[in-house]
């Protein structure tokens, strides 16, 4: 579908643009943008973006479909489904499936649902730095890389031998590779379940220590500093792990980091009443470290918003607290958070929070997307972004519906989401006309 797109705000980051203009689509790239373009030919579809921001689609670094192997809880198709919804164009795959992604097969496998049942959406495989994902024996990266994957992680398994982390480094540095690590010594966090403190002590929980991700994050930059690998630290949560970074970063180490929406809007109080969907890992902790992410990524420190987004069926959330599973959805709730907890108060200004989420994560992992600079690939996302709407869990795309956010208002709506110019979400044709 060729498409016109009028009247809109259009911020790109990647071209430090911020202006009312016109988009125009042909063959699936971006091929002009200005004032008052007119269809150069009378089959190209208009879509007024009046009251709109029009901006490149975003990209998670950060994403569990559980395929294959877990389709009970998400499968490709409902997983691209609540991305294009939640105008994520781009989602790179994290590999704790069954069989984890550490071999061609799972790779291939991964990259031809994807073609069938991805909705259009880049599905990037992020493949396991290890075989079984055991941290015994590393995988062949460069095979897997052939295969298709963007990256290599440790992710739901993060290694603790520093002898092993320092080979897989190594090969992934030949392979030219970002390693993506989860940072928790797991020797302070076994048996928990929530962040250590008042709040867990008072439910008699027990808790995972601040200090077990603070360690790990030293470890990885130390390591990575003798190496002169890239790394990107997944999901951050505590004051002293942004410290950590931002001393590495000072000192020349090759490390990018994230944060997920749920780290700056949430405290560990939400866990009170045992709310099994405010449980994850790492887990929500205290305002100061809110205030701490806020600040990394004012700074810089934090390069990139993800989501994390894990499915779960209700049957697993719904058991004790401490035998639930961690991890909540997030796909479709990754922009209204954005802005309601960081462009509302004022932390971060809207092109600062898109660039976090699309600009930022391309230039992480040297994709071709995150722009909409002429020729490149017409990835867009469409949103209001002060219009308010209430989150209803059983209305998400997501087989799963584990979110501690179900009832809560929000702040911005993702109106359409067009992928290599093909219109793949578009929530009310009375408010976008499209001719």
Known sequence: MDLLIKNGRVIDPSQNLDTTADVLIENGRVTAMG?????????????????????????????????????YKEDTQTGTTAAARGGVTTVCVMPNTAPPI???????????????EGNGVHVLPVASVSIEAKNLQLSEMAELKAAG??????????????????????YAKTCDLVTMLHCEDTALTHGGCMNEGIVSNELGLRGMPRLAEELAVFKACAVAREVGNRIHILHNTTKGAVEQIRRAKNDGVQVTAEVCPHHFALTDEACRGYNTNAKMNPPLRLQEDMEALIEGLKDGTIDAITTD????????????????????????TLLPLCLQYLVEPGHLTLTQVIEKMTAAPARILG?????????APADIVIFKPKAQ??????????????????????????????????????????????S
């Open 389 to 434: 709407w209430t989150l209803h869990a059983e209305d998400l795309a997501s087989k799963s519906k584990n979110t501690p956010f179900d009832g809560v208002s929000m702040t911005g709506q993702v109106e359409a989401t067009i992928i290599e110019g093909k219109l793949v979400h578009h929530k009310d044709t009375k408010n976008t006309e499209i």
């Open 102 to 116: 550490d071999r061609r097969s799972v790779v291939e496998d991964i990259l031809q649902r994807a073609r069938t």
């Open 367 to 375: 994709l071709p997307y995150g722009t909409l600079q002429n020729g």
């Open 35 to 71: 004032s008052e373009l007119r269809n150069p030919q009378s089959a190209i579809r208009n879509l007024d973006a009046s009251g709109c921001i029009v901006a490149p689609g975003l990209i998670d670094l950060h994403v569990h479909l559980r395929t294959p192997g877990q389709e």
């Open 149 to 170: 994957a963007v990256a290599v992680s440790d992710d739901a398994f993060p290694m603790q031998d520093a002898g092993f982390m320092r080979r897989a480094f190594q």
């Open 309 to 332: 987004h894990a499915p779960h069926a209700a049957h697993e959330k719904e058991r004790e607290f401490a035998l639930a599973p961690f991890g909540i959805v997030g796909l479709e």
